[in-house]
């Protein structure tokens, strides 16, 4: 009888076969892969809930025409740039405090321009808060 002890291999772990096994996923994953392009999306926008209305108890609504004439609550601003409506947009917020929301309610044919102009104003006067009007899709299929 032999008694003596044996020598006992470690067991190795062979990483070649493992990284060629990552490989072949990597190459199939980057070959069965599609990209889409953001050039060519379609946009459909929203239409608002009717009854997703919230009330504001300090809210400045600000209207913008299709022509491009601006209103502060149902107050004519007599210029279209941002130093005119940033203006109105403060003494309104001096009226009611610097924690009201501004609501902005354009028309659908409005420029966008107009509606950004009124953002950034909005922005210069220390107004952050901003919403949209929107109307309920029923409306706006009887409007047509």
Same mark, same amino acid.
């Given at each position: 009888?032999?008694?003596? &002890?044996?020598? !006992? %291999?470690?067991?190795?772990?062979?990483?070649? &076969?493992?990284? *060629?096994?990552? +490989?072949?996923?990597?190459?199939? +994953?980057?070959?069965?892969?599609?990209?889409?392009?953001?050039?060519?999306?379609? +946009?459909? +926008?929203?239409?608002? %809930?009717?009854?997703?209305?919230? %009330?504001?108890?300090? =809210?400045?609504?600000?209207?913008?025409?299709? /022509?491009?004439?601006?209103?502060?609550?149902? !107050?004519?601003?007599?210029?279209?740039?941002? *130093?005119?409506?940033?203006?109105?947009?403060? =003494?309104?917020?001096?009226?009611?405090? &610097? /924690?009201?929301?501004?609501?902005?309610?354009? /028309?659908?044919?409005?420029?966008?321009?107009?509606?950004?102009?009124?953002? @950034?104003?909005?922005?210069?006067?220390?107004?952050?808060?901003?919403?949209? #009007?929107?109307?309920?899709?029923?409306? #706006?299929?009887? *409007? @047509?």
């Amino acid at each position: 009888m032999n008694f003596r &002890p044996r020598h !006992r %291999d470690e067991p190795e772990i062979n990483l070649i &076969p493992f990284i *060629d096994v990552l +490989l072949v996923i990597l190459i199939f +994953l980057m070959l069965t892969t599609t990209y889409s392009k953001f050039t060519e999306l379609q +946009l459909q +926008l929203p239409v608002a %809930d009717a009854s997703a209305q919230r %009330d504001y108890p300090k =809210e400045i609504v600000v209207a913008v025409a299709a /022509d491009g004439r601006i209103q502060v609550n149902q !107050r004519a601003v007599t210029g279209r740039n941002v *130093d005119a409506v940033g203006a109105a947009l403060a =003494e309104a917020a001096a009226q009611i405090g &610097p /924690d009201a929301v501004v609501i902005i309610s354009a /028309d659908a044919r409005a420029a966008h321009q107009s509606v950004v102009t009124v953002m @950034e104003a909005a922005r210069r006067a220390g107004l952050p808060r901003l919403t949209f #009007a929107t109307q309920s899709a029923a409306r #706006a299929s009887n *409007d @047509e």
